[in-house]
């Protein structure tokens, strides 16, 4: 069974080595008309698909938030299976972004409902301010079951500094802190795959391009998941610096800037998937020049 | 429309004003063999309205942990959902333990599905790493509908000091800076019900009371929701370091110690929901005396 960080690289060299990813985040009042007369749900589960549809071949993976799917309760949760199906089937790598988090038996239940399944995500996404037994459940089933997870250590929004930015007498910041410790639990053997990267990965949001050179070196196993780029305000070169000068090591995610690239001026008159697609294409585009 | 810690405050006064919980965490593997029977999904929520049927009018309030039904998919989140309907129906207060967690917009998502919907949990569980703009969409949800939340502020598992107790200069743990943010943004006017809390509470783990002590000084406003007695290994003495003088401020939760009474030797031959009604009124008591 291949490891995922493997997976992930192999993905994005098939994807014209393009480090990008897709994110689903479908929020029914900015879907394109003819998707909302049907109801809520299968508005957005429609136009996940859609989407899905217009980047596989652009970019190697896709990350559905759960949260969209989640407002809509049990009913919305069964479009997002359909959806990291889907995306799954047209051979897209399908991070989950979940942000799951809890200790001991609780974390186990997690890891198996969203790693353990067949039908579950390649990877997800976790919070790890319960340490290491919050997280080593998640890990071993990803480990079981040739997934993989992105523990959250920095993240891209305004007052996260307010928080993760506290400081030892040392200057040592608490994402500082964090990454050490995850850098820790994900390098252990059986966890590293054949390109020298853990299948246990960090996001690390690109508000602060500094910020990821130093954890790029606090964290040499790991493959960042950058959100941060387009509309949360962040460039391709600000995104990268979470890279290894061999233009490895990250993913970088862009969510609404494409998903609803059809809204934009200059894609007016043009159907609504090809809009997508070509913002895609932009997307990639620009990460791999960023990267050369 | 009543603030929601007015609400659990007056449901613990009518429940012999014991302020304990008792949390759903149903793993099939454990039921009553009467109850395996059934597929596992159709199982855990036989149980759990069972265990509601059961504690009803002992204690005040429940606390489903969602991993152990999302550990089924969207089936198992149905189940969740009849879960959480039925405690309310039977006049508990649900704390839906769900640690959700995330920034702006996707949080917004998380907070309409949790607490936005008629048929949503009294409270929720959040992760607070985001900090303010992680929280505030939970809070804005919650004030408008009569909910709560409870933030992670101190978990209770033997890894989270590793994390959490990370220290300043000053020897200000992590945690501790992450308490006065939540007091700040906890006690903001329009939250804060009569009784003098707000509908921000905290999640305080009790393994160490001395710390327990120090955040109730931290956080005047909160009350405490505080898992680890029991199983866990705290006793009440420990649990009531998480009260104020005058006995409130906090609700203590037990989870496997009253779900699984039935396989205690000392119930052997008893019907299992008598076992889990006398293991649940034996905590309410122990409870009690030790806030005396």
Redesign the interface.
């Known amino acids: 069974m291949e490891n995922f960080a493997d997976r992930l690289l192999s993905a994005i060299v098939k994807a014209d080595r393009s480090p990008v990813c897709v994110g689903l ?1 479908p ?1 029914f009042a900015r879907l394109p008309e003819a998707l909302k007369s049907a109801a809520p749900v299968a508005a957005i589960e429609r136009f996940c698909l859609g989407v899905i549809e217009a980047v596989a071949g652009i970019v190697p993976a896709v990350k559905p ?1 759960v ?2 799917f ?9 479009a ?2 359909k959806v990291v199906a889907a995306a799954r089937k047209a051979g897209l790598i399908v991070i989950g ?1 979940v ?9 186990q ?2 890891a ?3 790693l353990g ?1 067949d ?1 579950s995500a390649d990877a997800i996404t976790v ?8 997280i080593n459940p998640f890990i071993d089933v990803a480990a079981r079951t040739g997934r993989g997870l992105f523990v ?1 250590v920095r ?10 930015d ?4 040392k200057g040592k910041r ?1 994402y500082q ?2 990454a050490e ?1 995850l850098a820790g639990i994900g390098g252990r053997s059986g966890l590293v795959g054949r390109n020298g990267y853990s299948c246990v990965g960090a996001v690390v949001g690109a508000t602060y391009p500094q910020e990821a050179f130093l954890l790029r070196d606090l964290m040499p196993q790991q493959i960042f998941l950058v959100p941060g780029y387009g509309v949360q305000g962040a460039s391709a070169a600000d995104c990268a610096a979470a890279f290894k000068r061999d233009g490895t090591g990250a993913i970088v995610n862009a969510s609404r800037s494409v998903l609803y690239a059809f809204s934009q001026q200059r894609y007016a008159g043009r159907p609504w998937q090809a809009a997508v697609a070509e913002e895609a294409k932009a997307f990639a585009a620009d990460m791999k020049q960023a990267l050369q």
Chains 1, 2 share one sequence.
């Open positions: 985040d929020d938030q949260a969209y989640e407002r809509y309760g049990a009913l919305g949760v069964s997002y299976e972004d942000k799951r988090n809890d200790i001991g038996s609780t974390a239940q997690y198996e409902g969203h399944r039908d919070n790890g301010y319960l340490g290491a037994d919050g959250l993240t891209s929004n305004p007052s996260a500094a307010l928080v993760q506290f400081a030892d007498a608490f802190h964090l410790h």
